[in-house]
């Protein structure tokens, strides 16, 4: 049962935990909808998750972010951010939803260590990219594992590059590479690629990609950073070593939708399905950035999606507001 703290004197729902909207999730979708939603003066919790500042924390430099023209560190970037949307007087709370109810009104939202209300929900927690599994992968990560092309292909410039994965994003994002690299390889698990005609075709045609089939990645070695990646012939069991300076996993990303499963309408691949801008299944619930978005994934895509949620919560708030003024003002006989 949901357990709503109750005010021991008065015995009502305590207010301290009921918000006019409960931001869940803190990349740039999350904290961008923060900075609008408490600028616009409505009581705005946001609920930064596992990694506060999202995906942006585990990368380095971000150059393509608009207005820092020298680049900015990613957990810097997500800092500004955060203190931006405090300064406005977002609240913060470094805990993990665990469980929603979206069919109550206010909604109900339970982390770890609390249960709030809501009068709208902007879900922004993202999406993460699938991982190979492999145990040297996690040592790796940021230090040539990388699962973002357009994020960290420049500091890979003369490298040997490897790309696995055989979809859209693995052919775009191996295409990037061969701007830096001094190879690309791409390994791809099967002998034939899942990514559309057009892109397969213009990989083909590519003379700086070269293709390895039937292979997955067993191993990776190094010492500081990736040095060696062990590929496996899943045909014949054979293991050998590629000399790479690189590692870009690009098999996929999955939504973080898992709380969400039984409440809304997701596609299916768990990617929150909107209807008219940023509004989910449920009237009063908005999403924005990677939870819905597998195309752009971008920070500044992602950005604007949450200012656009801001937007339209704001809007379905007022227009509730007045709702309810004009039916109180028919009541009065007005
Ligand atoms: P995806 O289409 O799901 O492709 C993932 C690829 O990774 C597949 O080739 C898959 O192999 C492989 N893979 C999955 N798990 C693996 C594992 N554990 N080990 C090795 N390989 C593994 O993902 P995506 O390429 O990121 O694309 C996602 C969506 O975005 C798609 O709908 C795509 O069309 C869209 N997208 C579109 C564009 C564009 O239109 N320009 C660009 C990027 C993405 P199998 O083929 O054997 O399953």
């Known amino acids: 049962m949901l357990n709503i703290d109750e005010n021991e004197e008065s015995g009502k729902p305590d207010k301290t935990k009921q918000f006019d909207v409960v931001i869940i999730g803190s990349g740039p979708a999350g904290y961008t909808a923060g900075i ?10 946001i609920i930064s998750g596992t990694l506060p500042g999202g995906q942006l924390m585990t990368t380095s430099e971000v150059e393509n972010y608009p207005g820092f023209p020298n680049g900015i560190f990613g957990p810097e970037l997500m800092m500004n951010m955060r203190q931006q949307s405090e300064r406005f007087g977002s609240n913060i709370v470094d805990d993990e939803v665990i469980e929603v109810n979206f069919k109550k009104r206010p909604f109900v939202i339970i982390t770890h260590s609390e ?18 599994g492999i145990k040297a992968e996690q040592h790796f990560a940021g230090r040539g594992v990388s699962y973002c092309a357009t994020c960290d292909g ?94 870009f996993v690009a098999i996929g990303h999955e939504p973080n939708t898992t709380i969400f499963k039984d409440q809304l309408t997701l596609d299916d691949k768990g990617y929150i399905v909107l209807q008219n801008n940023t509004r989910t299944s449920i009237d009063g619930v908005f999403a924005a950035g990677d939870v819905h978005d597998h195309r752009y994934r971008q920070a500044v895509t992602a950005a604007g999606f949450g200012c656009m949620a801001a937007l339209d919560v704001e809007k379905w708030l007022s227009e509730r507001q007045g709702r309810v003024e004009l039916s109180i003002n028919k009541m009065e006989g007005n």
């Open 36 to 45: 609008y939603t408490s600028r616009a003066k409505l009581k705005t919790l």
């Open 154 to 247: 420049p500091f890979f410039k003369g490298e040997d590059i490897i790309v696995v994965g055989g979809g859209d994003t693995a052919l775009e994002e191996a295409a990037f590479l061969t701007k830096f690299g001094k190879t690309v390889k791409l390994i791809h698990r099967r002998d034939s690629l899942r990514a559309s005609k057009i892109l397969q075709e213009k990989a083909f045609e590519n003379p700086k990609i070269q293709f390895l089939w039937n292979n997955v990645i067993a191993d990776i070695k190094g010492d500081k950073k990736v040095v060696t990646v062990i590929v496996k012939d899943i045909k014949n069991g054979k293991e050998h070593s590629i000399p790479a300076g690189g590692l």
């Open 115 to 132: 249960t709030y209300l809501a009068d709208s929900v902007i879900i922004s927690t993202g999406a993460s990219p699938r991982k190979l």
